[in-house]
Nanobody, 122 residues
């Protein structure tokens, strides 16, 4: 009934770009702050980026700052993560999630998508 679905992942060469989407159904995504997280094999889940309910405030981890851009559309249904200058270290499953709070701490987030795989390799 209510869910988040990530899409846009895939295989890309180093230096390339991907745009991930986080789409909500059954509720308005603009009622929540939305974060992107990623988890690579053998590594802890890492907070990547966060956008507030109306898109006026954003936050990025140091590892992606300057390369990734988070945004949301005016429909209130979708949040995006534009990923440029991709590196092999960006390879991970990427998740979006919602929170009423603020910060890139997983425990703050109540609703999670199932993830989309990003592989950066030549």
């Amino acid at each position: 009934q209510v869910q988040l679905v990530e899409s846009g992942g895939g295989l890309v060469q180093p230096g390339g770009s991907l745009k991930l989407s986080c789409a909500a159904s059954g509720f308005r995504l603009d009622q929540y702050n939305v974060g992107w997280f990623r988890q690579a094999p053998g590594k802890e889940r890492e907070g990547v980026s966060l956008i507030n309910h109306d898109g006026s405030i954003t936050l990025y981890s140091d590892s992606v700052k300057g390369r990734f851009t988070i945004s949301r559309d005016d429909s209130g249904t979708t949040v995006y993560l534009q990923m440029n200058s991709l590196k092999p270290a960006d390879t991970a499953v990427y998740f979006c999630a919602t929170t009423r709070g603020w910060g890139l701490v997983s425990s703050l987030y109540k609703n999670w998508g199932q993830g989309t795989q990003v592989i950066v390799s030549s």
